[in-house]
């Protein structure tokens, strides 16, 4: 299955929401459904490979630190994602009348301002995927417009149960996504410009 | 005018057969005491369910069945391995085609899944419920392959392979007819018609999914299973087959059966298994398949794929006909995977006389469920494919359709025939159903009346089929019927067919309440126990009555001899002047010198009363073998309205004349001939089983999968002639698979007929609204 949008975030600037984007705290707080994200070392793009019991153990509880546009900019380009980089995560999903939590490893396969890859590969007890995904920012008149796309291979359960619903699935998770990150990063106040500034400059140097 | 029930009692002894009996099967279906498998409770029984598999392709790893064995109440989970430890070889019968190669069909998947659903592991727990549970904790380690779920995939060029031995996927090939004679038509023909037309894959969906309950007494080392199932002794010899148990150790017994339609011929995995897991855990075991497990891992139907092409002469004359048949067999091929295909091959001649004929049939594996038998299991396919061809030869050379198939058709002085494909038909009158279904249908003015309404922007079609099929047993099989009369008078019949829906306990009750001239109530009729009735072949290809009917007659006359044996002793007359007549024996020309037939089988206990040599006793078991098949046929015509703006089609009416040969009960033919009817425009019009093109069946729910409702049905409007068939007793043909293989291409015909004016010559089923109303935009699909 093909999807692809344009989804536009009024009041930031590319380098802000190229940012925002880039953090696992703020997708893991923002994506419905998930769990945890977490960047994990040393494995392959199988989750049997990853121990996700022990991850959201870890989890649990832990102390989220802020995001944007509370954090500082330099804390969250620490922490963003790397091209290459692998990171765990839990995401559970409705879709029709089953609900799997799909243990998720996702592979950055590109990151280059103002461009971003990632592809993914999950599994639940009844149901697996296996993703391409990226989104390409603009500069629009009033903020900026992330243009996504996605291909996906569903397979078990999900797949036979859902298919008459997984368009509008998907179509509500990813909305729900940008709007929640719409939401806290417009916060930024236009005036704030040394904040913009340090963004700009933190997303200059990669 | 639909047929009118009687009462058994008002209908004069020796004149059952004939009349339309009411069902006797109604009361207890209707007032609750039907008992279906899943009725079925023993003390102590344990409940086993199937993990199908998550992928339609891929490697099997470890499976990990820790977690399940420690959740609530499991009893047990097995996997291939403990199959195969516990010393059968844990695979079912597979088929072994001719020209072609045999691959093992295992119960529980080993290092290779090839289609979506297919049984993987098995846990056994003590509820239902706890079993469903334990699935979801069954960790398996695949590693996904690519996948062929369409023939197009399966054949292309570097297409995956799903078995080692089936090179291109290819499982077998076939051929049938003369190919050089064929050649030779094609050369002389003043015209050619080809056509390329696809019978769309449809899923059998009975009300009830397949069960089965299974017990294990181990000091008598007896196995008896309880199945929702259309043949029990074919059940009982798998099961002694499979699990490596004398036959004579197993019992099978079918309760009340909710429908088989050709998928519930064959034991599955869940069933087998609970036998299995019967012996191993010395519990008994329920199996209660869910909808969704039906439509993963019941046979499918249908799906093929076949270029035909007519050459014929200037006048409209068929001269020969070739084609190629691509068959989807599924993941597996099953005996009816093969079988069936090479079956529509020899079909394709339908009613015409077409002096030559070829041809060929190529068996494909897909990532897909096995493709098995499905009401009329490769003759609607075959009717489908000449009745769809035989319109386009129409429209090509401008004749009238049913025009062409007059011309065409087998004329009723030729019968018996063998066809140029290879099939051989009984008896027939093709022009006496197609000139009275026309007469119905007013044919006449209809033309008229379609063009008027084209003036109105209102789409009416006509479509035809005239339709035959082989069915009713064969001179190569079998069926036994015993008929036992008591001391008493009462009679009980026993024969292996098995009823599912169709009323044979009436049927069967009439013919052997006529050959005895006993009361009809007198009769009770056994099927479904492999204990108590003879060796027999179960209700598949329409053959229950012809079969059935015809060893139950054969039984009841031997009956009647020897009780004209005792009659004669008891009478004190020669044999050979006793007669016998609504269920007296009387001496010839002596009229008050009579002895009914309940006193001769009162006597017949009697051995004192019996005259010398003759054994006591009033019980016969015929075994029946006929001369051939049957052949029934007729003319279906529907007049259908397509909306192009919506792409709705409505039925304006369905005219169907049926021939049958000689009927037993006319109401029970009636019925079986309007359900198969919904069955053909089910698949017509609603049904298609689909796969994602990374094997995930699409359509696995009641949600996904269309059914035809009651209110998308047209009224029928039916009337039967009656030829009867000279290969066997009863006269009778097959009448359960008739309706569903005249439907589709009167219905598909139709619709193209009502496009045309938009310039549709080509439709493929199901005809949905998104298919009728692109048609009518000038495109496909």
């Keep these: 299955m093909e999807f692809s949008d344009t989804f536009e975030i009024e009041g930031v600037t590319t380098e802000e929401a190229w940012l925002a984007l880039s953090d696992p705290v703020l997708i893991e707080e923002c994506l419905p459904g998930c769990q945890f994200l977490v960047r994990v070392e040393d494995v392959g793009e199988d989750p049997d490979e990853v121990d996700f019991d022990a991850l959201a153990e870890e989890a649990d509880g832990e102390e989220k630190p802020p995001t944007l546009p509370e954090a500082d900019p330099d804390d969250v380009a620490a922490r963003a994602f790397e091209e290459s980089g692998r990171y765990a995560t839990l995401v559970g999903i409705q879709v029709g009348s089953v609900n799997p939590s799909f243990e998720t490893i996702v592979t950055i396969t590109k990151r280059e301002f103002p461009e971003m890859h990632a592809s993914a590969e999950g599994g639940s007890s009844s149901s697996s995927f296996e993703l391409d995904s990226g989104m390409i920012l603009s500069e629009t008149d009033d903020g900026v417009e992330v243009d996504w796309w996605a291909e996906t291979d569903v397979f078990g359960k999900v797949a036979r149960m859902g298919q008459r619903v997984m368009n509008p699935v998907a179509n509500q998770v990813v909305n729900r996504f940008f709007s929640d990150v719409e939401d806290r990063i417009s916060e930024v106040d236009d005036e704030s410009s040394s904040f913009r500034e340090r963004v700009r400059d933190v997303v200059s140097r990669g | ?781």
């Design chain 2, 1 to 781: 005018m639909p047929v009118e029930t009687v009462e058994a009692e008002d209908v004069r002894a020796g004149e059952f057969a004939g009349s339309a009996v009411k069902r006797r099967e109604d009361p207890h279906l209707l007032t609750g005491e039907a008992r279906y498998t899943d009725d079925v409770q023993y003390p102590r029984m344990a409940h086993l369910a199937l993990l199908g598999s998550q992928y339609g392709h891929a490697e099997i790893g470890a499976i990990d069945t820790s977690a399940a064995e420690e959740s609530e109440g499991v009893l047990a989970v097995y996997t291939h391995e403990d199959l195969t430890e516990s010393g059968i070889d844990g695979t079912m019968p597979a088929a072994d085609p001719e020209n072609g190669v045999a691959v093992e069909r295992p119960l529980l998947a080993r290092e290779r899944v090839r289609y979506q659903g297919q049984p993987v592991a098995a846990v056994v727990a003590e509820g239902r419920y706890d079993a469903f549970r334990a699935l979801d904790l069954i960790e398996v380690e695949y590693d996904r392959l690519e996948a062929a779920p369409e023939l197009e995939d399966a054949l292309a060029e570097g297409a995956p392979r799903l078995h080692d031995a089936a090179e291109g996927n290819v499982c077998f090939e076939s051929e049938t007819g003369d190919e050089e004679a064929t050649e030779e038509a094609f050369s002389d023909a003043d015209h050619t018609v080809a056509l390329t037309v696809a019978n769309n894959r449809v899923i059998p969906t009975a009300m009830e999914p397949r069960a089965a309950v299974a017990r294990y007494r181990k000091s008598e080392d007896a196995l008896i299973v309880e199945l929702s199932s259309q043949n029990p002794h074919s059940v009982q010899d798998r099961l002694s087959d499979v699990l490596d148990v004398p036959e004579h150790r197993v019992t099978v017994r079918v309760p009340d059966v909710g429908g088989g339609f050709g998928a519930k011929l064959q034991p599955y995995s869940g069933h087998l298994l609970s036998a299995w897991c019967a012996m191993a855990l010395e519990r008994p075991i329920k199996w209660q398949a869910r909808r969704t497990d039906d439509f993963q891992s019941m046979v499918h139907a249908r799906h093929q794929e076949t270029e035909i092409e007519a050459a014929l002469s200037a006048e409209g004359d068929l001269l020969g006909l070739r084609g190629h048949i691509d068959a989807d067999l599924g993941g597996y091929a099953t005996g009816g995977g093969v079988g069936i295909p090479q079956g529509t091959a020899a079909m394709l001649c339908g009613q015409y006389d077409v002096p030559a004929g070829h041809v060929s049939v190529r068996g494909v594996f897909t990532n897909t469920a096995p493709i098995s038998a499905y009401r009329g299991a490769g003759r609607p396919e075959a009717a489908y494919v000449i009745e769809r061809l035989g319109s386009a030869c129409a429209r090509e050379l401008e004749i009238d359709p049913a025009e062409f198939r007059r011309r065409n058709f087998i004329p009723s002085k030729e019968f018996p025939v063998e066809t140029a494909l290879g099939r051989s038909y009984d008896s027939g009158d093709y022009e006496k159903t197609l000139d009275r279904a026309l007469e119905i249908v007013g044919y006449d003015g209809f033309r008229q009346r379609q063009e008027a309404a084209r003036e109105e922007e209102k789409y009416l079609g006509i479509g035809f089929s005239s339709y035959v099929e082989v069915c009713g047993g064969s001179s190569g099989d079998m069926e036994g019927g015993l008929v036992r009369m008591n001391p008493e008078g009462g009679v009980v019949v026993g024969t292996g067919t098995q009823d599912t829906g169709q009323g044979h306990a009436t049927s069967f009750a009439q013919v052997v309440a006529d050959e005895l001239g006993v009361d009809y109530d007198a009769v009770e009729v056994i099927e479904g126990d492999t204990d108590r009735v003879p060796e027999g072949g179960g209700t598949a290809g329409s053959r229950s009555l012809p079969m059935g009917g015809g060893a139950l007659r054969e039984a009841a006359g031997r009956l009647v001899e020897k009780g004209r044996t005792i009659a004669a002793h008891q009478l004190e007359a020669s044999e050979a002047d006793i007669e016998f007549d609504d269920g007296e024996f009387r001496v010839r020309g002596v009229p008050d010198r009579t002895v009914t037939i309940e006193a001769v089988a009162e006597a017949a206990y009697s051995p004192g009363d019996l005259p010398e040599g003759v054994d006591a006793g009033m019980e016969e078991t015929a075994f029946f073998t006929p001369e051939g098949s049957t052949a029934p046929f007729g003319t279906h015509v529907a007049i259908v309205e397509v909306d192009p703006d919506t792409g709705e089609l409505g039925f304006e009416r369905y005219v169907a004349v049926d021939d049958v040969g000689t009927q037993i009960n006319p109401k029970l033919v009636e019925g079986q001939i309007k359900g198969g009817i919904a069955q053909g425009i089910g698949q017509a019009v609603y049904e298609e089983g689909r796969y994602d093109e990374n094997a995930n069946l699409a359509t696995g729910s009641l949600q996904d999968y269309a059914m035809p409702k009651s209110w998308q049905l047209p009224e029928v409007d039916w009337e039967s002639t009656e030829t009867p068939s000279p290969n066997n007793p009863l006269g009778a043909k097959g009448v359960g698979e008739a309706g569903t293989i005249a439907a589709m291409p009167a219905v598909v015909n139709a619709a193209i007929d009502a496009l045309s004016p938009f310039g549709v010559d080509d439709l493929d089923a199901p005809l949905s609204e998104e298919t009728l109303w692109r048609a009518a935009r000038g495109e496909t699909r």
